[in-house]
């Protein structure tokens, strides 16, 4: 009931950004010279920022990029932890524990600190969708070791279930046991890691975006328009500001409520 | 396993770790596509045969061989080698920093841990507790930790300690409350209450002392959760710690502070993981 609330919450909203994408005259990047720093009115319905650009637009643009990115950097991770989870539980003891090292050299930084420092070292004159796209890419790098972890400890508990052993006492092949048995069995643990990692990442872009290490501009970015607060002088105008901090917040409450409840099934 | 042994199995690998997180450092920061960025780049004033030089001169002085000997040498000095956008030891650096960051680590987690006992022990003993009793938490864990600090500086209300006590009594609260409420629903605990004993007895003799191990390897986590909300808020409150440094060597491609707090963050991580895994140990042991 709660899943089917969150996932009609979250379709409305993505349903309401793109028709603000697709009714609206302006680009998220269009600057309208003649309404800078605009009160809501009939051309800019949430008024416009410092340089004129529309702001429904920029949040409706910002919440197709992050959830776009997050959902396919969270794939990406999951990917490399399945991987990762599977080839430690599956090799012997030895290879094992250098993966698990390596997880745990990951781990062994507040990622943070590995973000900032993989991200600030873009080229300078990397395009917007280039940051985009690398700041992403990033997350989905460093987001893995915790999730590899845990896929370890259930391949771990698999190995070791009476059907394994029956299936390959059968003659069944490592690859078809794990595509056949394994991998049904294990979507309960990836699903959920899966789902944990979207709101994760959004908000890790919104943390690094708001130190000025995120989506570059003009691209549109929860980060990005978290340093819009920064502009008191506008914040004295118009209180159409916290509009983006306060969707962001929406989103990943409706992101939170499905992975808790994907993680209660599981 | 004596219990020597497995200390001193711990030590070794995390002083691998350590190695390897120095080296990884080095690597991604030498590989990273924009390690030769110059801000010289953008300008149109230099031409295209300049810019080549200028590239191929940061290309002789910056081999991995040439960054690895300095940084190696910046240890064995103690210094941590000379920091390229201040030109002062790294060590001088860190030092005057690492005060302000630890004091607001500490009284971050306490305060954090206080609000986060203080509403999840009496949410705990309540028979139907609904999921809305947690709403402020979970909407604080909704908020990005810059949206947070950004947020108190606008409305003008607390500062830095504040934004990381709520950050880490978000973080906490939920396990502690699953904690609390499996420590209530224990069989010796139903007979007390059917004893009539009273409820402060009860929490101060049966619950707290039940719940506290696991309490303490949580808290030895939360180090991690604070270490990287540090961050954010130093920057935005701009407190001189060591997250605010870590943000000004990223800008300025300063590699050797970039190194040394690296190092830093994954000794104070590993000894967070070595105290969590602590009472077990001892319990194997």
């Known amino acids: ?266 | 396993m004596s219990l020597l042994m497995i200390i001193a199995m711990r030590a070794g690998r995390s002083l691998l770790l350590l190695f390897f997180a120095a080296a990884g450092t080095i690597l991604l920061v030498r590989f990273a596509p924009g390690f030769f960025s110059d801000s010289r780049e953008l300008d149109a004033k230099y031409a295209q045969a300049v810019q080549t030089e200028i590239q191929e001169e940061m290309l002789r002085q910056h081999s991995l061989r040439q960054i690895a000997m300095l940084q190696v040498k910046g240890w064995m000095k103690g210094d941590f080698g000379q920091s390229r956008q201040y030109n002062v030891p790294v060590a001088e650096l860190i030092a005057a920093r690492v005060r302000v960051s630890a004091l607001l680590l500490v009284k971050g987690i306490f305060f954090g841990w206080l609000l986060a006992v203080c509403a999840a022990l009496p949410i705990s003993a309540l028979r139907r507790a609904g999921p809305l009793w947690g709403l402020p938490f979970t909407l604080l864990l909704a908020v990005p930790a810059a949206a947070l600090a950004t947020i108190c500086i606008l409305a003008d209300i607390g500062g830095p300690l504040l934004v990381l006590s709520l950050l880490i009594a978000a973080r906490e609260f939920k396990l502690l409350r699953s904690l609390l409420e499996g420590a209530w629903c224990s069989p010796h605990l139903l007979h007390g209450r059917a004893q009539g004993l009273p409820t402060c007895a009860l929490v101060a003799l049966h619950i707290l002392p039940n719940v506290t191990v696991q309490m303490c390897a949580l808290m030895t986590l939360s180090i991690v959760t604070a270490l990287g909300a540090l961050v954010p808020i130093e920057v935005i409150f701009t407190v001189p710690g060591v997250g605010q440094l870590a943000w000004s060597a990223v800008m300025n491609r300063d590699l050797p502070v970039l190194v040394a707090v690296s190092l830093l963050m994954a000794c104070v991580v590993g000894l967070a993981g070595m105290l969590s895994t602590r009472p077990i140990t001892m319990e194997a042991v």
């Not at chain 1, 078809?176 to 890790?204: D, E, K, N, T, Y």
């Open chain 1, 1 to 266: 009931m709660k899943m089917r609330l969150s996932a009609v919450l979250l379709l409305l909203l993505l349903f309401a950004g793109a028709l603000a994408l697709l009714l609206s005259r302006y680009d998220y990047a269009f600057q309208d010279r003649d309404a800078i720093m605009a009160p809501s009115s009939a051309q800019h319905w949430t008024g416009t920022d410092e340089v004129g650009r529309d702001r429904l637009v920029r949040v409706s643009a910002a919440l197709f990029i992050g959830l776009t990115g997050a959902s396919a950097a969270a794939a990406i991770t999951t990917l490399i932890a399945a991987l990762f989870g599977f080839m430690a539980a599956f090799s012997t003891q030895c290879i094992a524990n250098i993966l698990l090292f390596v997880s745990d050299l990951i781990l062994s930084l507040p990622w943070i600190f590995l973000l900032m420092m993989a991200r600030s070292m873009l080229p300078l004159t990397a395009s917007p969708l280039e940051t985009a796209v690398m700041t992403f890419l990033i997350l989905a790098a460093l987001g893995w070791p915790a999730c590899a972890r845990t896929i370890y400890r259930g391949a771990l508990a698999l190995r070791s279930a009476e059907w394994m052993i029956h299936g390959y006492a059968s003659g069944l092949k490592t690859l078809q046991l794990i595509r056949l048995h394994l991998l049904p069995h294990l979507r309960s643990l990836l699903l959920p890691q899966f789902l944990i990692c979207i709101p994760a990442f959004i908000m890790a872009e919104a943390n690094l975006g708001a130190l000025g290490l995120g989506v570059g501009e003009p691209l549109p970015s929860w980060g990005a328009m978290l340093m819009e607060l920064d502009n008191s002088a506008q914040l004295a105008q118009t209180r159409l500001l916290y509009l983006p901090i306060a969707l962001l917040v929406v989103v990943l409450l409706i992101l939170e409520s499905f992975t808790s409840e994907v993680k209660t099934d599981a």
